[in-house]
């Protein structure tokens, strides 16, 4: 006789109800370095502006990508256009 697994007692089965995504509760990373890492970028983005290296406001893209709210966003705004690419080549 065959016994099915008793799926309750196993925690990765259990279902969170959470109304965010993970990559959404958060604006600073984790760890002091990579927040260090971030205020780097904005601070070379604000001095570049202030001296009219306009160019030097990418540092702020790069400052994004250790959000991970914004890679969230990042992440959310792709797959959503890429469903629309797909539905338009069907």
């Known amino acids: 006789m065959?016994?099915?697994?008793?799926?309750?007692?196993f925690t990765e089965n259990v279902v969170v109800s959470s109304?965010?995504?993970?990559l959404f509760k958060r604006w600073?990373?984790?760890g002091i370095g990579r927040k260090l890492i971030l205020l780097f970028f904005i601070g070379?983005?604000?001095f570049g502006i202030s001296e009219g290296r306009y160019l030097w406001a990418l540092y702020w893209l790069i400052a994004m990508?250790?959000?991970?709210r914004m890679?969230?966003?990042f992440v959310r705004a792709y797959s959503s256009l890429m469903k629309k690419i797909n539905q338009s080549l069907n």
């Open 19 to 22: 109304t965010t995504p993970a």
């Open 71 to 73: 890679v969230g966003y």
């Open 65 to 68: 990508t250790f959000s991970p």
């Open 44 to 46: 070379m983005g604000c």
């Open 28 to 30: 600073l990373p984790p």
């Open 2 to 9: 065959i016994e099915k697994p008793d799926t309750e007692n």
